[in-house]
């Protein structure tokens, strides 16, 4: 018998707990204050970042929104950053990705503070995690170890292999299981035998994007299965990288999608934001 992990559940654990210290922060007479910058009008980003705003106001900060249109040269959109980075009034700074083509999305992640830097993805955030010294690492990924600390999950000496190798999901992830003792293995496009090494797994994260890429042969009986993936179906339904139907019945604890790993980004980024603002008053 399979335990669904309910990340609705423990997201709004994570986005209630930031709103009780937001409280007692803004009674001791301080704001907590996301700027969000979007860049050009692709719709899947505009839901992100209401999302996103709702988060905000849902936990007690205050949301900025630079809406700038996609003909915004690369130097205009650092320049708002550096706009931003130096404005002691905003805690967070984030820039929704994708950005327009003639942009450089490394460029303008690295132009954020790395102190504001509330995605976790600048190159020094990065190397901050990787040296295990971190304050802000990736959203998604350090959601997944929230859903696996909230259901006790130990990683400690355990098999962890996670398909996919992306900046934002595979490589942090990899990173914070070692951190916690797995024993981790990245799988990518160019893993031979994926099967044979995915089975070996005690926890499996599936990161691929690919509706139902993870099938049951593919699972160890009793692995924890964790699904990053958001997808659509043939049928046009939201699933994740997992064969949910199939794959439940051989594990010990599962994630859906939708419900699993999605809303906890977000409580992440609320849990960023406020660490990110705390450590800028104790400076
Ligand atoms: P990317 O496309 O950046 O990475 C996908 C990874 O999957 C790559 O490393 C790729 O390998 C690997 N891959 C592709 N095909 C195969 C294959 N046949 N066998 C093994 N590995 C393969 O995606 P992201 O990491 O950005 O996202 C992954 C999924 O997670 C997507 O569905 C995305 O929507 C979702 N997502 C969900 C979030 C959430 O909040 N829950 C947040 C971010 C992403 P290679 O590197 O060799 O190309």
Request: hydrophobic letters at 40%.
């Amino acid at each position: 018998m399979y335990n669904l992990i309910d990340g609705k559940l423990v997201s709004a654990y994570i986005k209630d707990t930031v709103k009780e210290k937001t409280a007692e922060l803004k009674a001791a007479g301080k704001e907590i204050t996301l700027a969000v910058i979007i860049v050009g009008d692709d719709p899947a980003s505009r839901v992100y970042v209401n999302n996103k705003k709702k988060a905000c106001e849902y936990v007690g900060f205050r949301s900025l929104e630079y809406a700038l249109p996609a003909e915004t040269t690369e130097d205009e959109l650092i320049s708002l950053i550096e706009k931003l980075n130096n404005d002691s009034s905003v805690n967070g700074i984030l820039c929704q990705l994708p950005v327009p083509a003639h942009i450089n999305d490394e460029k303008v992640i690295d132009a954020i503070s790395p102190e504001k830097d509330v995605d976790g993805f600048s190159k020094i955030n990065v190397g901050k995690l990787w040296v295990g010294d971190y304050d802000l690492a990736a959203c998604t990924p350090m959601g997944v170890m929230e859903l696996l600390r909230y259901y006790n999950i130990e990683i400690s000496g355990k098999n962890c292999v996670i398909i996919g190798r992306s900046n934002i999901v595979g490589k942090p992830m990899a990173a914070l299981l070692l951190e916690e003792n797995g024993t981790v293995t990245v799988c990518h496009s160019r893993t031979k035998n994926l099967a044979e090494v995915t089975s070996k797994a005690d926890i499996l994260v599936a990161a691929v994007g690919r509706a139902g890429f993870v099938t049951a042969d593919m699972v160890k009986e009793g692995a924890v299965v964790i699904d990053v993936g958001i997808n659509r179906n043939a049928s046009g339904k939201l699933c994740g990288d997992v064969d949910f139907e199939k794959v439940k019945e051989k594990v010990s604890y599962i994630t859906p999608v939708p419900g699993g790993c999605g809303p906890m980004t977000i409580a992440l980024l609320m849990k960023n934001t406020l660490i990110a603002a705390e450590k800028q008053s104790n400076k």
